[in-house]
Every structure is written in C-alpha cells, then in structure tokens.
C-alpha cells in the first residue's frame, strides 16, 4: 500500500517599489518586488514549508534561517531543490502541489505556465502535477492595498 503525506504552506511578503519580483521561481516584470532577506520568492517559500511540513520538518525558516549570511539574496530555487533533496532523502516523492497566490497586481495569468513549467523541472514531477493559481483580494486588506503579497501552497507527498 502506498502511504501518502499532505503539507500546507503559507508566505507573506512585504512589497516595495524598485525591487525585483520573483514569483514561482521566474522573475516577473514589475515595478514593485519583495522585501526580503533571499531574492524573497514568495510562492517558492510557501511551497517549501508545504514540502517541509508534510514530513514534519520544520519550516523554511528552520533550514534556511533569515538572519544567516549564507541565505542573503539566495534564489529561492535553490533552497526548493535543497528541500527536494530532504524529502528524496526520506524516501518520499511530490504526487502534487497546488499554489495560491494573493497578489493585486501585476496580473500573473500570462506567467502561469512558466511558473509551473519551472516547479515542475526543480521537483522532477510532470508540469500537470504543479497547479499555480493567482487572485486578487478585490483591493481588500494588504494584498488590496498593493502593500503585499501571499502565498497558501499544498503538497501531496507519495511513498
């Protein structure tokens, strides 16, 4: 019998004028970006604590510490691939992921596929196994507001 693990994951960011905005590991044209101590991927973040927390490993935070010299700047791909190392390591492998991102603007829709496409090579897994999802929150709260961006991620572990 196959066992399975589910894990839930959530990031918020900070947004600001001038930064670059990398979301599901592709940078996206914007004039506004994540405040953060890695490049601040948001998207890759909520997804790695999904990853983590269905072996309940910790979260991102716990392998990958902000206030660490060797994270500054990191692109978030690598710590994705890092954690794929730690679940493979386990004996587990990604059934599927489905991501959720809050985000007012810029309108996300035409980097979907890339974004999938990019997951979906870093976890070794078809891209039809990677959901990426973008809403607005209709300017409601910090997302509306254009002050941040969230992230929920859910995984699906298989051994």
């Known amino acids: 019998m196959e066992s399975i693990r ?3 994951g959530y990031d918020v960011h900070a947004l600001a004028d001038g930064l670059p905005l990398w979301l599901g590991g592709i940078r996206i044209d914007s004039p506004i970006g994540c405040i953060a101590h890695s490049d ?3 998207a890759i973040h909520a997804l790695c604590d999904a990853l983590l927390g269905a072996l ?4 991102i935070g ?3 510490p902000d206030t660490s010299d060797e994270f500054k700047g990191i692109d978030s791909k690598i710590l994705l691939a890092r954690v794929m190392e730690l679940i493979s390591k386990e004996g587990w492998k990604v059934g599927n992921v489905d991501i959720t991102i809050a985000l007012q603007r810029p309108k996300l ?3 979907i596929d890339s974004m999938r496409e990019c ?6 897994i078809p891209m039809d196994c990677v959901s ?4 607005t929150t209709e300017k409601l709260g910090f997302v509306g507001r254009g002050e941040g961006c969230e992230v929920y991620a859910v995984a699906l572990l298989v051994k």
């Open 6 to 8: 589910i894990g839930n």
């Open 40 to 42: 601040g991927d948001v």
């Open 56 to 59: 309940a490993l910790g979260d």
């Open 62 to 64: 716990k392998h990958f």
């Open 109 to 111: 829709r035409p980097h």
């Open 119 to 124: 997951l979906a090579g870093i976890m070794e």
């Open 132 to 135: 990426v999802k973008a809403t």
